[in-house]
């Protein structure tokens, strides 16, 4: 036995997947990851920005809370959060949400070819606390309420058609949505201490307007098998969704989700793990766990937003923490991949590339002062691996 795979079996305890398809590959019953060199190198000095990054790739300030968007007459919201990126002919949009109560909302910026600001505009008003979301097939937003007994948002990120209220997906805190276009389902996080799972199963797929909301159910351990129960009540009152199916598994404060080639990918806040479900196999293991970290100092902490790069590596936000965003390579290593400097009072959100993956777009929710209306959205571009 390899000594990850008995590091494993140890450890954690159970049945595991392996990182298995084209985008996560290795040993079976492989170890969270662990510390290591990055694909990137070590992190630089500070830039005029105060943020450091490795060998080749440079940042610049989109917008800040309150202020103008260079190049238009949109005022850019308080508490930048989640965020995602869609294709806009030659150039692209970049749509981030507002994570204040109440009057939240998502707001857009438009890119040209040349990456130039083209245009800022709002695309849901009038919500409470708009944390993070996920963007869909079809080029909606789905903007999530992390409040109780919060709602779904679908949002146009052309700012065109009128955002629509999906109660279907359930009423409950909700933190992050990621879309499975193979089983043809929407993954939701809960940010609560006993949170939980679920997926929504469309009646039709690209129409949200109903359809089934599911809970995973399984054991207690840091990894086996799962399957999936309908909520009863999607609703949500008088009785919480998820309390109304025995055996559900509870996890620890929901954070990100991302999917990609038959994997989820979620992370809880308050264990600092990072899961990971292999749909093709029916169980979810852990990819990254700081108590598990065997050397050194964890380097991902406070977890929060996820998302990936075609190159299989994810990409996971600090709320706190050292205010990094690290890699998790499909070789089990975790690495800084870029650190904030002068922000300890804020949180990094909202990481989501740019269609041809060479911008990767972000915010420092509270920025420089700590306060949601001091946040600041960022590009990096540089030699991100394909």
Known sequence: MERRTFLRATVVGGTAAAFGGSLWHGAAYAAPAQPGTGPYGALGSPDANGIRLPAGFTSRVIARSGQTVSGTSYTWHSAPDGGACYADGTGWIYVSNSEINPSGGASAVKFSSSGAITGAYRILSGTRQNCAGG???WN????????DRGFVYETDPWGVTPAVQRPA????KHEAAAADPVRRVIYLTEDET???FYRFVPTTWGDLSSGTLQVMVAGSAASGSFSWTDVPDPD????????????????????????????VWFTTKGDNRVWQLNLTSGTYELAYDDSLVTSGTAPLTGVDNITGASSGDLFVAEDGG????????????????LRIDGQSSSEITGPAFSPDGTRLYFSSQRGTTGSSSGGITYEVTGPFRS
């Not at 909606?140 to 409040?147: A, H, K, Q």
């Not at 997906?169 to 409950?172: E, I, K, L, T």
């Not at 008088?238 to 989700?257: A, D, F, H, I, L």
């Open 135 to 137: 963007r869909t097939p």
């Open 140 to 147: 909606t937003w789905l903007s999530c309420e992390e409040v």
């Open 169 to 172: 997906m359930g009423r409950f």
């Open 194 to 196: 006993n949170g939980r």
């Open 236 to 263: 949500g009152s008088p009785t919480t969704t998820r309390t109304q199916v025995s055996g559900s598994k509870s996890y620890n404060g929901g954070e990100g989700c991302y999917y990609a080639d038959d994997k």
């Open 322 to 337: 050292t205010m990094e965003i690290c890699l998790i390579t499909p070789d089990d290593v975790v690495a800084p991949f």
